[in-house]
């Protein structure tokens, strides 16, 4: 059981709480492991099913078959996309064409190899009733040589009502040695009696340095980078992927320029630099906004004794600011930014939204120099 705990980054109190279930011989039949994306809940999964195996003669072979997803010893469930002419009663994956099927092959072999990558598979938008049906012949199958089989729903809360009243069936009086495993970001999605029959498990956000080793050791993200990236991923791999992939350091520039214009009275400058990277591909609002806080929150930080930047890499800046501004208070403009941030999430108008950020930055300085 120690391997388990060492498998596995970060996540001490949730480990030790799986280690003390283990360590009664008495498994609940469902666990419910819930907290942010990214940040281990299926790797620890995937562990635990095997330490509770530990004990078998054979746990070698049955450790391999986990990491690999293979039936009968794990059952992985998980979104799919809808095939042509597809009804409840069909396979899950039978009305998806070759292409897609050799697709989710493909994405299933980079997360048995990676426990930390996220399935990538196009319209795979809920959890299908077929899916939830499926698992009552893996259920039905008698393997008495087998300690514990483990059934994984990833991404539980996308099991609309049908589904999850379909899972309660088996839940509510499942087999001696099957054991369930609901994972979700997003548990108030689950229904109540889903819940009262699961032992619930809540997993934080990483640090910042299991964050940098994770992106380098299992996704060969540059050292350099990892390090920059992982103070503004809140605890959260896929976030940290996300911003990498969506060109973290001109992100982090153009927040700078931003910053820079809007305080210093040069609207149309700054609207520019906003426009320009809304421009791109990928829409990078929210990243400007939840920088643009860490970096009013670093100036508060640069006040105090408290010295774990998000901009470490621009202290020049930080330092300078607080010089020219040694009195300023953030909170009123932090507290109106993030605001207009959760109006962005209710569709308000983008410009409105964006000339409005420019205004408040600038009422930062412009009432210090009165």
């Excluded at 619930?200 to 996704?219: A, Q």
Aim: charged share 25%.
């Amino acid at each position: 059981m120690a391997d388990f705990i060492e498998s596995v980054f970060g996540q001490s109190r949730a480990l030790k709480t799986l280690q003390r279930i283990n360590s009664t011989n008495r498994l609940p039949q469902a666990l419910l492991f819930h907290g942010d994306e990214g940040v281990g809940k299926f790797r620890s999964a995937i562990e635990f099913s095997k330490a509770i195996n530990e004990n078998s003669p054979n746990f070698n072979y049955i450790s391999k078959s986990i990491n690999n997803f293979n039936v009968p010893f794990i059952k992985f469930v998980f979104p799919l996309p809808r095939g042509k002419n597809e009804t409840g009663e069909d396979d899950p994956i039978a009305k998806l064409s070759a292409k897609e099927n050799q697709h989710i092959q493909e994405e299933l072999n980079k997360k048995s190899q990676n426990n930390y990558y996220s399935l990538r598979i196009e319209k795979a938008n809920n959890i299908k009733i077929s899916s939830i049906r499926d698992i009552k012949k893996f259920i039905s199958l008698d393997y008495s040589d087998i300690d514990y089989r483990v059934i994984i729903i990833q991404d539980a809360h996308l099991m609309n009502d049908e589904a999850q009243n379909a899972l309660l069936k088996s839940l509510e009086e499942p087999p001696e040695g099957i054991i369930f495993i609901l994972i979700t970001h997003k548990p108030e999605l689950l229904l109540t009696t889903i819940h009262s029959r699961c032992w619930s498990i809540k997993f934080d956000p990483l640090t910042n340095d299991d964050i940098k080793v994770i992106l380098t050791e299992n996704f060969g993200i540059d050292s350099e980078l990892a390090s920059a990236v992982s103070p503004f991923s809140d605890g959260s791999v896929n976030k940290a992927l996300r911003l990498i992939e969506d060109n973290f350091n001109e992100i982090i520039e153009k927040t700078i320029i931003i910053l820079r214009y809007s305080m210093g009275g040069y609207y149309h400058t700054a609207l520019a630099a906003f426009n320009e990277i809304l421009a791109g591909k990928n829409n990078n609002f929210e990243h400007i906004i939840a920088f643009i806080l860490k970096w009013l929150t670093d100036i508060e930080k640069h006040k105090s004794i408290k010295k774990d930047y998000f901009f470490s890499n621009h202290l020049d800046t930080i330092d300078k600011f607080t010089n020219n501004f040694p009195d300023i208070k953030v909170n009123e403009v932090f507290s109106s930014i993030n605001a207009l941030y959760n109006k962005y999430q209710q569709k308000v108008n983008l410009n409105i939204l964006i000339l409005n950020v420019i205004f408040k930055l600038h009422t930062l300085v412009d009432r210090n120099k009165h």
